[in-house]
């Protein structure tokens, strides 16, 4: 069975987006979205710098345009969600939750841009408050690491699998991470986002994007949709856009989405643009689960082999 998924903030780096478009038809694709967001996709993927890409507000639609124009490539290059039509299962990590969406014919791909370019406005006002940020801890045993950093005030705000939790807080909270590290982490890693995501500092963000998620129809999904909050498959759109909605303010459980992909039957997984990160996690995670992480066009012919491959088992 083939999952396919989708990678979160902080995955982004400089002129990602750059060879993707020029696939046939992509520079057009993504003028539409970004006429359709108010946002010049193409400008941020391409020419902008780390810092311009690190904006919440920036990141967010842009990693999930890549992620949607990448997986219309596997297949006609017309629709995410045709392209995903060939998965058994699709997840997204954080805000890849909002590409997943698309993929799973929840959202059409211009109404999850919509959605999340709210979702990135208003998480970056509620960034602005206070002066928090992530990093991930590499190593360690959760049942150690995460009491830790309960005492010094932060939250396990991703919880990734294989050995991967990541620490969201105030800015002097993660400095006192870095001096005082939980037991069997080896290193703390200042992760490329400008908050405290999926924590109680990210409460003012939710409001706003509920009543964005009020003007959406949702659809069913089409695809098994597994979700950050539980690793449960969800069945019901109406269902998918509400946890889309409280996931900002709450923890990201990637290792439980692994646990079903891995009960459900995973033989292969692929990770849409920019991907990376989670098939990185995957391989310690889901041994013998085959992997390919799309981050140029390149890519693409080892994603469509895994397809044919594995699609129908």
């Known amino acids: 069975m083939l999952v396919l998924v989708a990678p979160g903030q902080g995955a982004q780096t400089p002129g990602f987006l750059t060879p993707w478009l020029e696939l046939p038809g992509a520079s057009d694709r993504i003028a539409a979205w970004s006429d359709a967001i108010g946002l010049d996709l193409a400008h941020y993927g391409t020419k902008a710098d780390a810092d311009e890409i690190r904006d919440t507000a920036v990141a967010q639609p842009l990693l999930v345009a890549a992620g949607l124009l990448s997986a219309a490539a596997l297949g006609t290059g017309t629709s995410a969600a045709d392209a995903a039509g060939t998965s058994g299962v699709v997840a997204g990590h954080s805000v890849g939750e909002f590409t997943a969406a698309a993929f799973a014919g929840v959202l059409d791909d211009t ?51 294989a050995g991967q939790i990541v620490a969201a807080g105030t800015l002097e909270q993660l400095a006192a991470l870095e001096a005082d590290k939980p037991e069997g982490v080896r290193r703390v890693v200042a992760l490329k986002v400008a908050g405290a995501f999926h924590t109680h500092h990210m409460a003012p963000a939710v409001a706003k994007l509920e009543a964005a998620a009020q003007e959406l129809s949702p659809a069913a999904p089409v695809t098994r949709y597994v979700s950050n909050k539980d690793g449960q ?32 039957g995973a033989t292969a997984l692929i990770e849409v643009c920019p991907g990376g990160t989670l098939t990185g996690i995957a391989k310690r995670a889901l041994p013998g689960v085959a992997t390919v992480a799309l981050k140029t066009p390149d890519d693409l012919d080892a994603a469509r082999t895994l397809i044919a491959e594995h699609a129908a088992v």
């Open 233 to 264: 498959v969800v069945t019901d759109g109406a269902e998918v856009v509400a946890r889309l909605v409280g996931q900002v303010a709450n923890p990201v459980r990637w290792d439980l989405c692994m646990e079903t992909f891995q009960e459900l």
């Open 111 to 161: 109404a999850a841009l919509r959605l999340v370019r709210t979702r990135g406005l208003a998480m970056a006002e509620a960034a602005a408050i206070t002066a928090t940020g992530m990093s991930a801890l590499l190593g360690g045993d959760p049942e150690v690491t995460v009491p830790h950093l309960e005492k010094l005030g932060l939250t396990a705000a991703n919880v990734n699998g």
